[in-house]
């Protein structure tokens, strides 16, 4: 993809987020949904004071001390307009790392330019979720870009300024410092995948991790086994990642849990279901990447076919499997207070209209979380090792998992860091995924600013 394409889509993207942030603080003039919690505490850091806390906050200041700084910097009062300022930047900014990180995974150099983002790293920062909270004074944005450069960082080696990037990113939201893990763990993988013998050295030791496409169950057994001669290379670019998370744990202690302040709506729970919907939601997001391969869909859909009924082995496995599923969906099902009654959030008419709409459907929906698992694991797998595969979906686990809320803003980081790795995208491919997101970007923007209805509010993810 031509660097004239992408510096052209980079373009059109911030014209467009500015004027949309311009009709957004026209039309949405007071502090909406989250804001009225966060506007006034940074206000009061803006003021000088330092003290004060709102308790119902349950993320540490990451962003209001981003906004104390660049007020700093452009000598702006913090008034709603100017502070929506901080994540629209941040916005702005997401097409230049995810640059680096998807050029990461497709094994090939960046622009070398800092400010020429390729054409796919826009169209990745149009993703519907990280473009809609770019422009509400929310941490979401601020919190991905974090992550991304932090993973950035780790992968070319730098693991001081990764540790230290994820100590930043964690002042954003306190599940990052699992991506921070997920930071150090890729570079370590990919680093195990390609190092060579030095001229004249012995031959280093070999971590088992097969091609994923290829790989069995016993291949996963046979790379835990082969762990422990590989870890003390592994050791010394981990120290910087074991500080931070002495840090971590010591603000864990001192707090008394990871939540700040009101921790009595934020209890962690076993939601296993949490995992279905997320890599659902994540494949009707993405399925214009995930049908553009370089094989196509009919391939795809054959594979995904035979992984499932191949032979009769394959086939009782996921019988077994959608039996598991069943009884997961059973004893871990959250009817969360907040889904519940809160009518503003497009998720309240999804749990209403599908999966309240009879006690069955929600076992109904198992085959459909196992195709899109496999679908995502195809292709996502194709040029990857089986560890480097399977490390992500690990890391969502504790990300996803505790939280009893079925919430779409969660599944940001996980989406857009599974969708990083997708790295066979045709040039078609990615002009339907970018007209896909636009499509769902100006539905969900028009429906946010000009249908509020009387005693609902506003719509909105």
């Not at 009062?77 to 300022?85: A, F």
């Not at 790392?97 to 790293?121: I, K």
């Not at 998720?347 to 679908?375: D, E, M, N, Q």
């Amino acid at each position: 993809m031509s660097s004239s394409l992408g510096s052209t889509a980079f373009v059109v993207f911030a014209v467009f987020s500015v004027v949309t942030l311009k009709e957004l603080n026209i039309q949405v003039n007071e502090p909406y949904m989250d804001e009225p919690f966060h506007i006034p505490q940074v206000q009061a850091y803006c003021n000088g004071d330092w003290s004060y806390w709102d308790q119902k906050i349950t993320t540490p200041p990451g962003l209001y001390v981003l906004s104390v700084l660049l007020k700093g910097i452009f000598v702006f009062k913090c008034r709603l307009p100017t502070l929506r300022l901080t994540p629209l930047l941040t916005l702005l900014l997401l097409p230049l790392a995810t640059t680096h990180l998807l050029r990461y995974h497709q094994r090939m150099r960046p622009p070398p330019s800092l400010l020429t983002p390729t054409f796919d790293s826009v169209v990745l920062s149009t993703f519907p979720i990280a473009w809609f909270f770019g422009f509400l004074y929310y941490t979401d944005v601020p919190s991905l870009l974090s992550v991304i450069i932090t993973i950035v960082a780790a992968s070319q080696g730098r693991h001081w300024v990764a540790s230290m990037l994820g100590i930043i990113s964690c002042t954003f939201r306190q599940t990052n410092i699992i991506w921070l893990l997920y930071a150090y763990a890729s570079s370590q993988l990919t680093h195990l995948r390609f190092r060579r013998a030095p001229p004249g050295g012995s031959k280093p030791a070999r971590l088992h991790d097969p091609p994923a496409l290829a790989a069995g169950p016993l291949d996963l057994v046979r790379s835990i086994l082969s762990a422990p001669m590989i870890l003390p290379d592994l050791l010394p670019p981990f120290i910087p990642y074991a500080l931070t998370l002495a840090l971590f744990g010591g603000f864990v202690i001192w707090n008394g849990g990871i939540v700040l302040g009101d921790k009595s709506n934020h209890v962690a729970s076993f939601h296993l279901p949490q995992l279905y919907y997320f890599i659902a939601f994540a494949t009707i997001m993405g399925w214009p990447a995930l049908a553009s391969g370089d094989s196509g869909w009919k391939a795809l859909a054959n594979d995904v076919q035979y992984r499932i009924f191949g032979n009769k082995r394959r086939t009782v496995m996921h019988v077994a499997v959608s039996v598991a599923m069943g009884l997961s969906i059973k004893l871990f099902t959250i009817h969360h207070p907040f889904l519940l009654s809160d009518n503003r959030h497009y998720t309240f008419y999804v749990w209403k209209r599908i999966f309240s709409l009879h006690p069955i459907v929600p076992y109904l929906l198992i085959p459909g979380y196992i195709v899109c698992a496999w679908i995502w694991f195809l292709r996502v797998g194709r040029e990857q090792t089986l560890l480097q595969t399977l490390l992500l979906p690990v890391c969502t686990l504790p990300v996803l998992l505790p939280s009893p809320l079925l919430e779409p803003r969660y599944f940001l980081i996980p989406y857009v860091l599974m969708r990083a790795q997708l790295v066979d995208v045709t040039t078609w491919g990615l002009l339907l995924e970018g007209l896909w997101y636009a499509l769902i970007n100006a539905g969900t923007m028009y429906v946010f600013l000009y249908k509020e209805r009387e005693g609902v509010g506003r719509f909105m993810w």
